[in-house]
């Protein structure tokens, strides 16, 4: 069963499975309501661990600020957001490279996210963090996380460049199933959504489409 929850809150259901709404909005979150399947709830102490995995990088923080400014130091002049994808592969990794490295201060959550995984925490989920980054940023990565007051459990990054981000992400995925028995996937990324529902049969997906 492949299933997905986006930001628009439709999901993608099952006919042999009854849903049930968990209406987050009353609980302080601004994306209304989810649908879950009936056979678990949030709170259940008797479920082996239940995990979210959550995308950092366009999901849980805003980048787009610090982005621009790497755009503009790279590329010598300012350029849309939109046009990102146009550019080449290697300007494109020296961008991504100066906005953590030198303007991670202009980084900002993304409150809905950031409301929405405190949800989680509070009924019992673990929030590890499966970010795209390198394992080389983790120290300005762990700084931006504690100047922004984001709370976690594990932060997971990339260990190479030669794993593309969907792959990386898919095989934190496949492992957390193991052990695991909610897993809760969070990413803007809609290839990286399709990836892991191709990949997985039973992780809950939460899109949130980009912002740029």
């Known amino acids: 069963m492949k299933n997905l929850l986006v ?10 499975i009854k849903y049930k709404l ?22 259940d102490d008797k479920l082996l661990e239940k995990v979210v995995l959550v995308d950092l990088d366009g999901t849980l923080i805003d980048v787009n600020t610090a982005i621009k400014h790497a755009m503009k130091d790279v590329l010598g002049k300012e350029v849309s957001l939109n046009q990102l994808t146009q550019i080449p592969r ?19 959550p993304n409150k ?3 409301d929405l995984i405190k949800i989680f925490k509070s009924v019992g989920f673990k929030i590890i963090i499966t970010s795209g980054r390198f394992e080389y940023m983790r120290s300005v990565t762990e700084k931006t996380l504690k100047k922004l007051g984001i709370q976690y459990d594990e932060l997971l990054l990339r260990p190479s460049p030669n794993m593309k981000d969907e792959e990386w992400k898919a095989h934190i995925v496949r492992n957390f199933e193991k052990t695991s028995k909610i897993v809760i996937f969070i990413d803007d990324k809609w290839e990286n959504v399709e990836f892991i ?16």
């Not at 609980?27 to 399947?37: D, L, R, T």
């Not at 494109?92 to 900002?108: E, G, H, L």
């Open 22 to 43: 968990i209406e987050l909005r009353s609980k302080g979150c601004n994306i209304m309501n989810i649908s879950f399947p009936s056979f678990f709830t949030l709170n």
């Open 112 to 114: 809905d996210v950031h």
């Open 197 to 212: 529902r191709k990949k997985s049969e039973q992780v809950w997906i939460i899109h949130i489409p980009s912002r740029r």
């Open 7 to 16: 930001f628009s809150l439709k999901l993608i259901k099952s006919k042999n």
């Open 90 to 108: 290697e300007k494109k990794a020296k961008i991504w490279d100066i906005a953590v490295q030198k303007y991670w201060n202009f980084m900002y």
